[in-house]
């Protein structure tokens, strides 16, 4: 019978195999495969971001698209090794790169059967042909990869090769590489693999797309159930365990990939491109149970909104979780909102406290106004508008009232606070590059959440900063303290004291929230005996979220954060030995009230007010009644015109006068305890 145009270039190419393989092993073929010029041996993979404990976070795919994972053979399941050089290669660790005997089988049986039963290829051989892409289909092609092979063999040793291979073969689709291939086929490394396993990633490369488990079922099981015999014939495992393997599913679908903490890694990716495998800080396990829980958290939210959360463990400084959004899905999602640019609210006034008792300026017991004041030409207000006198330092701070820590920073001055915030090892960005003032007390400035948390970690840590740091390879050293210990416990101490969201339990956790202006960001930061926290939810965009306040949204999330850290959190530090444990009347003089040195408190500063008219208008009035407002004061209210009595016990701030004659008019208020204020005004008629 007439052999076919296949058949006879099947046995000239495995007759050139057998030759060229001779050649290469007497010595006169010695200076040929000497002279070879190797193709790169170190192909291209996949950049590995791994977590604290090497667990794989997120992996880059190459140029082209592909997975490729570094695969070396120790950190594959042995069996899977035995099996491949069973199946592919049987003398593998006693050749020179070309196996004789494999060739002259091959030989033997394409003119047994008239074609192709198998090529007689070594697995170095299988390499050379990987490294260079090179065909199969010619002779030209078979003697390029012999020759390859060869000068591999005098270059490399058998794990170099080995690794090589499974660093290379080609396992469907974009997948190259066992591990890459266990990855997404089993969604593990191949370090501990079932037989089923093992034999499938054996003979997946033989035919990668003929055999993908996704789409080609049934023939992936045939080749997998054929190597499993072979296996028993050749005792690398028993009949037992071939059994159990065919019985087991082939994967049906491709797992994704692991991609963890996504803004962070691709931040590390693209600062070092060329590094293969990055250990960070973070740790896995806790980082994919917060991301779910961040997404959670924007349930039922704005649909605009975003959430941004931060764990590290103040003692090393190691961020072991950060979340930069709700998702990709979300709008502005991309944004690392960890470390955007916004007002931080009432966040700075622990260490506004912090730095007022380390100065001498105040004590946790010490008795502060909360009224209103003028600061020059700043007067700012309560968040609720509402005033509480005269009240202990730590019931201020536990109430995040604004006079008080305005009159605080006043006294320590502006550029102190933005000083220690630097100090810390947070960034600030003041608008315009402007001198600091006495709105950043409240929020002036742009920080971000990552600063925050830096902020929260020198709090924590006894008043000594230490850098966060997010590669496992950063050794980083404490900073100059910025406050004493004494005083960063006491900041913890009343923080601690604040009531938590409700089902918590309280003094576990030293936390402060806050909102900054218009609600646009709603933050809370925490701490205990270990480990710092740091949440803050939004609209990445910047605009206001109507009715957003941080005790209501940014604050359970803070208590869900910390409730997977660990099961039981980490108690706070006892006080240290100086730390002044006393009452107000056992303070020294100085400490027991606290004055500012520059604020001024307006005469009757509480007194009602005529918010309209303004003092000195002119009002078109034509013959039309006018209405007072009134801010401040203790109804009943008298209101006089001309200082003649015309509103008696008026208990309403709108008050209606009759209609005002044209020329000018003195109108007075005065509350029920006697303080009043007065505007003087001009009507007249409509033209």
Do not use: C
């Amino acid at each position: 019978m007439r052999r076919s145009h296949a058949a006879r270039i099947g046995i000239l190419t495995a007759a050139v195999l057998l030759v060229a393989g001779l050649v290469g092993l007497v010595g006169f073929g010695r200076a040929w495969v000497a002279e070879t010029q190797l193709p790169s041996l170190t192909p291209a993979t996949s950049a590995e971001l791994l977590d604290a404990d090497g667990r794989l976070l997120r992996a880059f795919t190459v140029e082209d698209g592909r997975w490729r994972l570094a695969a070396a053979p120790e950190r594959v399941d042995p069996h899977l090794i035995e099996m491949l050089i069973a199946y592919e290669d049987k003398r593998f660790y006693s050749h020179h790169g070309v196996d004789p005997l494999a060739m002259l089988r091959a030989i033997a049986q394409a003119v047994r059967h008239g074609e192709i039963i198998s090529g007689g290829s070594t697995l170095t051989m299988q390499v050379a042909r990987l490294l260079e892409d090179s065909g199969t289909g010619s002779w030209r092609g078979k003697l390029r990869q012999i020759r390859v092979a060869l000068a591999l063999e005098a270059q490399l040793s058998k794990a170099d090769i080995l690794s090589l291979y499974l660093t290379l073969a080609p396992y469907g689709g974009n997948i190259e590489g066992v591990r890459a291939a266990a990855r997404i086929w089993f969604d593990k490394e191949p370090e501990r693999l079932t037989p089923a396993q093992a034999a499938l990633l054996v003979v997946l490369p033989q035919s990668p797309e003929s055999r993908r488990p996704d789409r080609h079922p049934e023939a992936a099981k045939a080749a997998r159930a054929a190597a499993l015999a072979r296996f028993v014939r050749s005792g690398i495992i028993t009949q037992d365990d071939a059994d159990a393997a065919l019985r087991e599913p082939l994967p049906r679908n491709r797992h994704a990939f692991p991609a963890l903490a996504p803004h962070l890694t691709a931040r590390l990716h693209h600062n070092a491109p060329d590094t293969p495998v990055l250990r960070t800080t973070i740790n896995a396990p806790l980082q994919a149970a917060l991301e779910p829980l961040a997404q959670q958290a924007l349930a039922g939210r704005d649909p605009q909104s975003s959430v941004a959360i931060m764990v590290a463990d103040h003692q090393t400084g190691a961020v072991l979780a950060t979340v930069g959004s709700g998702g990709w899905d979300r709008p502005g999602g991309f944004v690392d909102m960890t470390r955007a640019l916004r007002s931080p609210g009432s966040t700075l006034k622990p260490l506004i406290y912090a730095l007022a008792f380390d100065d001498g300026l105040a004590h946790p017991e010490t008795l502060i106004d909360d009224r209103p004041t003028a600061f020059g030409s700043y007067a700012p207000q309560n968040f609720d508008g509402q005033y509480r006198g005269e009240l202990r330092v730590s019931d201020a701070l536990q109430l995040s009232l604004n006079i008080p820590a305005v009159a605080l920073t006043e006294a320590l001055g502006p550029a102190r606070l933005i000083a220690a915030l630097r100090q810390s090892g947070a960034q600030t960005a003041l608008p315009n590059s402007e001198a600091p003032g006495l709105a950043v007390a409240l929020g002036g400035l742009g920080m971000t959440l990552e600063g925050l948390t830096q902020v929260y970690t020198t709090l924590a840590r006894g008043g000594t900063p230490i850098p966060l740091h997010y590669l496992a390879e950063d050794t980083p050293r404490e900073g100059r303290e910025v406050v004493r210990a004494a005083s960063a416990w006491q900041v913890g101490h009343i923080l601690a004291g604040l009531m938590p969201p409700a089902g918590q339990p309280l003094g576990k956790i030293a936390y402060k929230t806050g909102t900054s202006y218009g609600h646009r960001d709603t933050w809370a930061l925490g701490f205990d005996g270990r480990y710092t926290v740091g949440v803050w939810l939004g609209r990445p965009d910047g605009t206001p979220i109507p009715g957003a306040f941080g005790a209501d949204s940014a604050a359970p999330l803070l208590f869900d954060v910390f409730q997977r850290i660990a099961p039981q959190s980490t108690p706070l530090p006892p006080p240290p030995s100086d730390v002044l444990l006393v009452e107000n009347a056992a303070l020294p003089a100085p400490l027991k009230r606290f004055r500012p040195r520059g604020a001024t408190f307006a005469p009757h500063a509480d007194a009602p007010k005529l918010t309209f008219p303004p003092d000195g208008a002119t009002l078109l009035l034509d013959s039309a009644p006018l209405t007072l407002r009134l801010r401040d004061g203790a109804p009943p209210f008298t209101v006089l015109l001309d200082g003649h009595p015309v509103i008696i016990g008026a208990r309403r701030r709108e008050v209606t006068l009759p209609p005002l004659a044209t020329g000018f008019a003195t109108i007075s208020v005065v509350d029920s305890t006697g303080r009043s204020d007065r505007v003087r005004i001009g009507v007249t008629p409509t033209p």
